[in-house]
């Protein structure tokens, strides 16, 4: 069957265009136009803080400090949402403005011309950099309290000096909130892949479980299980942003580390922490320490809600450690190092994207709603 011309594409676009319902329009706005309104809802706290909130505005400063501590430590409040809320508009302009106007001038520049891969290697190297930062602020964090390689410090004198949070602590905890929002409504908009269902439940879980950790005064664990997990994932896009570079012996070297880093710190180390939630808290607290006016949130329907919790998301690690074992058969007996969760990025769909795609810059479109605006290439028939 003939295909058809990129300007008959356009016109059956348009008119699929005229057919979506408001609501329809509303979310392609939103996700064609993200660096605008974020910049410009940014611009509004901001400018509100400064202008009418004196510097002290919750969406941008930390709130519910002790009086009188001499650490100037702070305790999680409602307030703090605020400042999540804050966080979440945050990572959605710096991530969309670091994909746009770095990494993928930077990988066209270095001769990617799959405008596939041009928007794939900006995600994934956005996430690099993300999990390389969050990742070494999370082991500072660990490094300097009482929790570092000691797990007996998750639940001694618990709950004083666990509701009791460092600036830097809670800051770090309140700022992986909001990643991790932002990380939903990224998966949402982004082009499904073949592990939707299962990344959009470890994201749910990872936000519950963020969430319940602060409320019930349990940061300690969740700064180990946030290490355990971000370490992996510095080295995964890493891995494929080479890939896309075509440097095939790195890309195979940065798969081998990140294989071995997920078995030790997403298996090894994160069931050891598990175990801990089970056996451990019964040597340091008694079994039914409810009382939340002094931040004690401890009983055994809350260990068995976090066990639950911990095991759904072990459960997910296992499935994706099956599909990477595939990935080492497919490349050690086929040659063919490939990421099977994903759609095919062969070059062979992207020749007429990348035609819409400059076309569409001729007719004005910015970089960021090129990422959204894409017609792909029809199948043959």
């Known amino acids: 069957m003939k295909e058809n011309s990129y300007f008959e594409a356009k016109a059956a676009a348009k008119a699929a265009a005229k057919q979506d319902t408001y609501f329809v329009k509303a979310g392609k706005w939103i996700v064609d136009n993200q660096e605008g309104w974020t910049l410009a809802?940014?611009?509004?706290?901001?400018?509100?803080?400064?202008?009418?909130a004196g510097g002290t505005s919750s969406f941008i400063h930390l709130q519910h400090r002790i009086p009188g501590d001499p650490e100037g430590r702070y305790y999680r409040?409602?307030?703090?949402?605020?400042?999540?809320?804050?966080?979440?508009?945050?990572?959605?302009?710096?991530?969309?403005?670091?994909?746009?106007?770095?990494?993928?001038?930077f990988a066209r520049w270095y001769g990617v011309k799959s405008a596939h891969k041009l928007t794939r290697?900006?995600?994934?190297?956005?996430?690099?950099?993300?999990?390389?930062?969050?990742?070494?602020?999370?082991?500072?964090?660990?490094?300097?309290?009482?929790?570092?390689?000691?797990?007996?410090?998750?639940?001694?004198?618990y709950p004083e000096?666990?509701?009791?949070?460092?600036?830097?602590?809670?800051?770090?905890?309140?700022?992986?909130?909001?990643?991790?929002?932002?990380?939903?409504?990224?998966?949402?908009?982004?082009?499904?892949?073949?592990?939707?269902v299962p990344?959009?439940?470890?994201?749910?879980?990872?936000?519950?479980?963020?969430?319940?950790?602060?409320?019930?005064?349990?940061?300690?664990?969740?700064?180990?299980?946030?290490?355990?997990?971000?370490?992996s994932d510095i080295f995964l896009p890493c891995t494929k942003c080479l890939r896309y570079l075509k440097m095939e012996k790195p890309a195979v070297i940065g798969f081998i580390i990140f294989l071995l880093s997920w078995i030790y710190t997403r298996h090894y180390i994160y069931i050891k922490i598990?175990?801990?939630i089970i056996y451990e808290p019964q040597q340091?607290?008694?079994?039914?320490?409810?009382?939340?006016?002094?931040?004690?949130?401890?009983?055994?329907?809350?260990?068995?809600?976090?066990?639950?919790?911990?095991?759904?998301?072990?459960?997910?690690?296992?499935?994706?450690?099956?599909?990477?074992?595939?990935i080492v058969y497919g490349f050690a007996f086929l040659g063919n190092l490939e990421d099977n969760r994903s759609d095919s990025e062969d070059d062979g769909d992207d020749q007429e994207n990348i035609c819409v795609q400059n076309s569409a810059n001729m007719d004005g479109d910015g970089d960021n709603n090129r990422k959204r605006t894409l017609i792909p290439k029809k199948k043959a028939e």
């Open 161 to 196: 000096g666990h509701r009791q949070m460092s600036a830097l602590m809670k800051t770090y905890y309140l700022v992986q909130m909001g990643f991790w929002f932002q990380q939903i409504f990224v998966l949402l908009i982004e082009e499904h892949r073949k592990d939707f």
């Open 199 to 231: 990344m959009l439940t470890h994201h749910i879980i990872t936000c519950n479980l963020l969430g319940w950790s602060l409320y019930m005064n349990f940061t300690r664990i969740g700064n180990a299980i946030l290490c355990c997990m971000d370490f």
């Open 274 to 276: 598990m175990l801990s």
């Open 41 to 52: 809802l940014l611009a509004l706290i901001h400018g509100y803080d400064r202008v009418f």
């Open 77 to 105: 409040g409602s307030r703090d949402v605020y400042f999540v809320l804050h966080w979440t508009l945050v990572f959605t302009y710096i991530r969309v403005v670091l994909m746009s106007r770095l990494l993928e001038p």
């Open 121 to 157: 290697f900006g995600e994934q190297g956005w996430q690099a950099i993300y999990y390389t930062i969050s990742n070494s602020v999370g082991f500072y964090v660990m490094y300097n309290g009482p929790h570092w390689m000691n797990s007996r410090s998750f639940w001694e004198g």
């Open 284 to 326: 340091y607290i008694s079994k039914d320490m409810w009382d939340p006016a002094k931040g004690a949130y401890y009983n055994a329907n809350v260990q068995l809600a976090f066990t639950i919790l911990l095991g759904v998301l072990q459960l997910l690690l296992i499935y994706w450690l099956v599909l990477l074992l595939r």
